[in-house]
């Protein structure tokens, strides 16, 4: 298994490309089962939840090539299998997006039901909700969510009670091939939902209002292959942004404008640091800097994202100032905050909230990933501690990470990565 090796104290500063978006590449490769025509996708990140979604859809009977500079070809005329299994939904829950396709073009799914997570109970029953709206009988059995549409799908007018990215994924594939209209309410507004709604489109999709919270589609009876690159991934660049702020350090991220991080460029403006941007990059300057602590409550898109509070946990713990940290998303992601306690944060939990006390600098520490982004926010209490913290458990960091030690030895980071 592997670890990250950190030795902290060091700045980052330098230049970074922002790699494809995991979660536009994930519901966009699920798309790809609407067609039986040949789709070629760009820019496409090389990480374990793609390898999943990849091996997923060659499970169902697609062909899929894999290049080298990030393009994956996939053509899913000769899909005969219809079951997502559960070895392969246990390792990513993002594999029920197949559930909407499938159903929508073959008329019958199978996908094991995903349980719960590191990160909370995370039901699924709005996604299944919206399908049965459009006609979808839904059962289950052995553990697998089995769905048929033996006559097609029909439009429906459906309104989401919570805001629910996947769901909203799950519905918008699904109208895309009902018949006659479909208005979705209360939908995500996400950027990644405007990049699979493009996507759609460029698939001969009649779909309106993505970035919105209605869509409204026409469905058609056919969907046709198409090229497409994915947008870039706005969780990874802020991840690194408030890495660099972090260590009072200066970055340039370039492949990324900033209308994608909203709010998170607000956040760090708040800590002190000098912003630039152009058409196609942003740039950070700390200033050699201690940064401010900043308040954050997270909430779905344009609010403060989930996927970003774990990291501006970590800035929170060597900033000027106390801070409270607030996660109305999931309802058990502060676990980063357990391990940062042992490397030395002054943080206490209170319900949903964590509130925390800056201080000059952690201490360096074995700590264990959680999740994703919690591994993610470990990786920056890495850098800023003194002495060497040692991250095990980084199988999560490799999910929704390209290369992450590359890209900070880049930086000037003090990172490796061993194998035990
Ligand atoms: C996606 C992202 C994840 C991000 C999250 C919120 C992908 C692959 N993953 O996850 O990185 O943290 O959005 O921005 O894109 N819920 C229900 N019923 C449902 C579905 C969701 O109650 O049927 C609840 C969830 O438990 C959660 C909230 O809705 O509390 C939001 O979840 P959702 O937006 O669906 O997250 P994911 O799509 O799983």
Redesign the pocket.
């Known amino acids: 298994m592997d670890s990250l090796i950190i030795r902290g104290g060091n700045r980052l500063e330098g230049v970074l490309t922002a790699s494809g978006a995991?979660?536009a590449a994930?519901?966009i490769l699920a798309a790809t089962l609407l067609t039986a025509g040949a789709c070629s996708l760009r820019s496409v990140p090389v990480l374990r939840?793609i390898t999943t979604m990849l091996t997923l859809l060659s499970s169902l009977g697609a062909k899929i090539a894999r290049r080298q500079d990030g393009e994956v070809l996939i053509e899913s005329d000769s899909v005969q299998v219809f079951t997502a299994p559960y070895d392969l939904v246990k390792t990513m829950?993002?594999s029920i997006?197949v559930l909407g396709p499938l159903l929508a073009r073959h008329g019958q799914a199978r996908v094991s039901f995903p349980g719960g997570c590191a990160i909370?109970?995370?039901?699924?029953?709005?996604?299944?909700r919206a399908l049965e709206a459009m006609g979808a009988v839904i059962t289950v059995d052995g553990g697998y969510i089995v769905a048929s549409a033996p006559e097609g799908l029909k439009g429906v007018d459906f309104t989401f009670d919570?805001?629910?990215?996947?769901?909203t994924?799950n519905a918008v594939m699904a109208a895309s091939l009902a018949a006659g209209t479909s208005v979705l309410r209360n939908v995500?507004r996400?950027p990644?939902i405007v990049d699979l709604v493009r996507f759609l489109r460029a698939m001969g999709a009649h779909i309106e209002g993505e970035g919105t919270d209605t869509l409204t589609l026409q469905g058609v009876t056919t969907l046709n292959g198409a090229p497409y690159e994915v947008m870039p991934d706005r969780?990874e660049v802020g991840t690194y942004l408030v890495a660099a702020a972090a260590t009072g350090g200066s970055l340039r991220v370039e492949g990324i404008c900033c209308e994608v991080l909203g709010v998170v460029l607000d956040k760090l403006g708040q800590t002190g640091a000098d912003l630039d941007e152009g058409d196609n990059w942003i740039s950070l300057d700390m200033r050699g800097e201690r940064p401010k602590a900043v308040d954050i409550v997270t909430e779905?898109?344009p609010g403060f994202?989930?996927?970003m509070q774990a990291q501006f946990t970590a800035l929170n713990t060597v900033a000027q100032g106390t801070s409270r940290v607030t996660e109305t998303?999931?309802?058990n992601r502060l676990m980063q905050a357990h391990e940062m306690k042992r490397m030395g944060a002054d943080i206490a939990i209170e319900g949903d909230s964590a509130c925390i006390t800056g201080r000059p600098s952690l201490q360096g520490a074995p700590v264990m990933a959680s999740d994703?982004r919690a591994s993610a926010s470990l990786v920056i209490a890495g850098l800023v501690a003194s002495g060497e913290t040692r991250i095990d458990r980084i199988y999560h960091i490799d999910r929704g990470y390209e290369n992450i030690e590359g890209k900070l030895q880049c930086l000037g980071a003090d990172i490796r990565r061993i194998s035990t």
């Open positions: 995991k979660n994930l519901p939840d829950r993002a997006l909370g109970s995370r039901p699924v029953d709005l996604h299944i919570t805001v629910t990215v996947g769901g994924e995500a996400e990644e969780i779905p898109f994202p989930t996927d998303v999931f309802e994703l």
